[in-house]
């Protein structure tokens, strides 16, 4: 067994998926006996009151560190602003928690034998990095996107020397890495590209509790609660962000007009948030309907209500990032559109499990066409999405993966 600790920018009780992937890899690590430790941030991204409740944060040093526990492991927190939309007070945000996270690795959670260390952002290698100097014990970098690669497809990152900068910083960390988990095979090619040792590199996807989520009935709370029972649902629930082509799904919406019984449900938050909801202001949709973040109790009852789900990436993006959603949306045995590259590990997932519909990214007449099919055949979109949900079962189970970190973690203890 080993002394894990968990170096990470969200963790319960912050409701963003990703929080949701590391808390329930903690918790799997735990129950099979090893002693984890977590460093991470204020709940900032999604913040639920109820798990607030359940997880309540105790002070540590005043208004910088708090401390909670969840399921037996001690949880420490730097404090950070609730997420905003701009960039660069982002940049400011994680400054601050390496900063606090780093400080309270040399001093409070100082015994362990192995970091885990999942990305984004890109700079949290460089506080792993700093614990490993002082502690002499090396860490796991764990990528779920590859940057300074997204920013550079987004244009949110454009200065050729900064470029430079970040990928300079991105070699610096793949190096000091004892071990880099990629969660695709074509991730894994993309390092390999990059010049990193096939050697470091292991592949290990994402998972989903496949538990929790499951074919649930198509009339429930959330349908009833925003008169749904008798649409047919075409739904995209998570990050409200700048990866995704929300500009086509705004498109489609306004050509499908004509299918009486449709209706677009989006539902989430996010840096885009704003700019979506002024646009909708601007041309109000009829027959596109826009939530707030739903807590994470009513996850089985918003996917149940879908009749088709979306996963819009945008131009370029999905080389870099693996949208986990996509496994939710198969466990709930309901079918996908993704808008994602042709040569892409999206894509791909999509043709193999068979679970839906792969359509280039930002190319309205394509998700229309994709949305017109799924409805005029219905049965056959429901076909779609149980075969998704018996493919992730076989592949994507949170067992079935997390006994994978096991069995890594414990090289670092023997």
């Not at 409740?53 to 969840?70: D, F, R, T």
């Not at 290698?125 to 002499?136: E, K, M, Q, V, Y």
């Not at 017109?372 to 067992?399: F, I, K, L, N, T």
Request: net charge neutral; charged share 20%.
């Amino acid at each position: 067994m080993a002394k894990v600790l968990f170096l990470t920018l969200v963790f319960a009780p912050d409701g963003v998926s990703t929080s949701v992937l590391m808390t329930e890899l903690a918790q799997e690590l735990s129950q099979k006996g090893h002693e984890i430790t977590v460093l991470t941030t204020t709940p900032h991204y999604n913040v639920e009151p109820e798990a607030r409740a359940q997880q309540p944060l105790q002070c540590k040093w005043g208004k910088w560190l708090y401390e909670s526990e969840k399921d037996g492991m001690p949880v420490y927190h730097a404090s950070i602003p609730v997420k905003g939309s701009r960039v660069g007070a982002r940049l400011l945000d994680y400054i601050r928690f390496h900063a606090i996270s780093t400080l309270a690795g040399l001093t409070i959670a100082r015994d362990f034998d192995v970091m885990f260390v999942p990305s984004p952002p890109l700079t949290i290698g460089l506080s792993a990095w700093i614990l490993r100097l002082f502690r002499r014990k090396p860490f796991i970098y764990n990528v779920q996107e590859i940057y300074p690669d997204v920013a550079v497809s987004l244009g949110v990152l454009k200065h050729q020397g900064m470029i430079r900068f970040f990928e300079g910083m991105e070699r610096f960390i793949y190096k000091r890495a004892q071990v880099i988990t990629v969660i695709s095979e074509r991730f894994r090619q993309r390092l390999l590209a990059k010049g990193v040792a096939d050697e470091k590199l292991r592949v290990i996807p994402n998972f989903v509790d496949t538990d929790f989520m499951q074919l649930g009935e198509r009339q429930n709370p959330f349908s009833e609660a925003h008169g749904l029972n008798d649409s047919f649902v075409v739904l995209y629930a998570g990050n409200i962000g700048l990866t995704q082509g929300f500009e086509t799904i705004i498109s489609a919406a306004r050509q499908l007009q004509d299918i009486a019984d449709l209706r677009f449900v989006i539902v989430g938050d996010g840096t885009r948030r704003s700019w979506l909801e002024g646009e909708l202001a601007a041309e109000p949709l009829p027959n596109l309907l826009l939530l707030p973040y739903q807590p994470r109790s009513m996850v089985p009852h918003i996917y149940a209500t879908a009749d088709l789900c979306l996963v819009p990436l945008k131009k370029g993006t999905a080389q870099e990032t693996f949208p986990s959603k996509i496994y939710t949306i198969m466990a709930a045995a309901r079918p996908v559109v993704a808008t994602a590259d042709p040569d892409s590990e999206l894509a791909w997932l999509v043709g193999e499990a068979g679970c839906g519909w792969a359509a280039p990214p930002d190319d309205v007449d394509a998700m229309v066409a994709a949305i017109r099919e799924a409805s005029a055949q219905r049965a056959d979109a429901c076909q779609r999405g149980q075969q998704g949900r018996r493919y992730v079962v076989e592949h994507h189970s949170r067992q079935a993966v997390t006994g994978q970190y096991d069995a890594l973690i414990r090289e670092f203890a023997d």
